[in-house]
C-alpha cells in the first residue's frame, strides 16, 4: 500500500524522506507543499527534481479519502461532505460559512460506540479510529474545494475524538501549525461527552485547543438514561475534571446542551443547569434538537427562547446555536447512515 503522507508532522516528514534515502530538507519541502500549499499531487511539487515526484507517485500518496457525495442544498450556505475510507467505511464533514467565519465539523472515528441515545451516529456503532491522516485530510479536501481558508475547526462530527485521543491530537497540532495550515488553536473546539480521565490528561498536557463538553442534562439518572456513558462518568467526577481543566489552563470550558422536547427543556432543568453553569467558569451554548432519531424532538423556537430566558441572569456566554445544517440532514451521522444501508 501507498504511505499516505497527509498527517505526518514535520518530523515525521523529514523522517520519512531520510528513509527513502533524501536529505532531510526534503521532508519538510514535501510538509510546506501539504500543508501551507495544499497540493493536491506530487506533480504540483516543483522544487522537488522531477526524479524524487516520480518515486513519490509511484510509493506515496497525498490523502485517500473518495467524496462520494456533497450536499449543496442548505439555503444557509452550508456544504455537508460524506467520504469513504481506503477500506469502504464512510464519514462525513460539513462546511459551514458565517462570515467572516468558515468552519469546518469535522469527524474524528467512523461511526462510534458511545451510543447517545439521540445521537444518528450512534445507530453506526463504531466502525474504526480514523488516523491523523484521515482527520486531516478532510480540511485540505474540503479546502481545496471551496477554495478557500478555514478559519476555524470544530470536532463535532462522527465520533468521540477522546476516544481515539493521539490521532486527534496529532491532526490538531499539525493544523494549527504556524509553518502549515495555521488554523489558530483557540479557533479550534474539541467536543467530548465527557471521558473525566481524558478530561484531566488533556488539562495536563497544556493543549492550547478550546474544550467543549457534551452535558445534555444537568441530572445524573437523566443523563444516563439519554447517555449511557454517564454511568462509567458521573456527573460529579466529570464537574471535577472540567474544573480541573478550567483552573489548570486557564482557559473558559463550553457546556453544550442540546435541547429535546418534554425531556429535558423544564424550568427545573433551567435552574439546575443555570446553577451547574455559575458553580465554575464556563460558556454554554444551547443547541435545539436536530431531529434523527424518532423518539425525540425539537423544542419550539418559543420554549428555546424561554428556556434560554430561565437561565437569566448568567454572567458566562450564553448562545443559541441552531443547527445550521439542518436543511442539509447534517446532524451528525446523518449522510453516513444513508450510506451504510448499502456499504458496509
Ligand atoms: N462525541 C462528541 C462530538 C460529536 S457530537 C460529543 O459528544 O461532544 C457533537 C455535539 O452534537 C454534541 O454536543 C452532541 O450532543 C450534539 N448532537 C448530536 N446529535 C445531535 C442532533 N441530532 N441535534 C443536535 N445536536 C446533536
Not at 107 to 123: I, K, L
Not at 318 to 334: D, F, H, I, M, P
Request: net charge positive; glycine share 6%.
Amino acid at each position: 500500500m501507498k504511505e499516505n503522507l497527509v498527517g505526518l508532522t514535520l518530523a515525521q516528514c523529514a523522517h520519512y524522506a531520510e528513509g527513502i534515502g533524501e536529505k532531510k530538507y526534503r521532508g519538510r519541502q514535501i510538509y510546506k507543499w501539504i500543508y501551507e500549499k495544499h497540493a493536491a499531487a506530487f506533480a504540483e511539487m516543483t522544487d522537488l527534481p522531477a526524479a524524487l515526484r516520480e518515486k513519490l507517485e509511484q510509493t506515496a500518496e497525498l490523502g485517500n479519502l473518495t467524496l462520494v457525495e456533497k450536499d449543496e442544498r442548505s439555503p444557509s450556505g452550508s456544504v455537508k461532505y460524506l467520504f469513504r475510507l481506503h477500506d469502504g467505511y464512510h464519514i462525513e464533514s460539513v462546511f459551514i460559512p458565517d462570515s467572516p467565519r468558515r468552519t469546518l465539523c469535522i469527524s474524528s472515528q467512523a461511526g462510534c460506540a458511545v451510543n447517545c441515545r439521540f445521537c444518528a451516529t450512534a445507530r453506526l456503532g463504531l466502525k474504526r479510529n480514523l488516523t491523523a491522516g484521515e482527520i486531516v485530510d478532510q480540511v485540505l479536501r474540503i479546502m481545496r474545494d471551496v477554495n478557500d481558508q478555514i478559519t476555524n475547526i470544530v470536532f463535532m462530527g462522527m465520533g468521540e475524538p477522546f476516544l481515539n485521543y493521539d490521532p486527534v491530537i496529532q491532526a490538531a497540532n499539525i493544523l494549527s501549525d504556524d509553518n502549515g495550515l495555521a488554523i489558530g488553536a483557540r479557533r479550534m473546539v474539541i467536543s467530548t461527552c465527557g471521558l473525566s480521565d481524558q478530561i484531566r490528561r488533556y488539562a495536563d498536557e497544556g493543549h492550547k485547543f478550546r474544550l467543549a463538553v457534551s452535558l445534555n442534562s444537568p441530572f445524573q439518572e437523566e443523563r444516563e438514561r439519554i447517555m449511557p456513558i454517564a454511568r462509567k462518568w458521573p456527573l460529579d467526577s466529570l464537574l471535577d475534571a472540567i474544573h480541573y481543566y478550567a483552573i489548570k489552563s486557564r482557559k473558559i470550558p463550553t457546556f453544550e446542551y442540546v435541547l429535546l422536547a418534554g425531556i429535558n427543556d423544564t424550568r427545573i432543568h433551567a435552574e439546575a443547569l443555570k446553577k451547574l453553569v455559575k458553580s465554575m467558569p464556563s460558556k454554554l451554548n444551547l443547541i435545539p434538537y436536530n431531529p434523527t432519531v424518532a423518539q425525540f424532538s425539537r423544542p419550539t423556537e418559543e420554549r428555546v427562547n424561554e428556556f434560554a430566558q430561565w437561565l437569566l441572569p448568567l454572567n458566562a456566554g450564553l448562545s443559541v446555536r441552531w443547527s445550521k445544517g439542518y436543511e442539509v440532514n447534517a446532524a451528525c451521522g446523518q449522510l453516513a447512515g444513508k450510506q451504510s444501508e448499502w456499504i458496509r
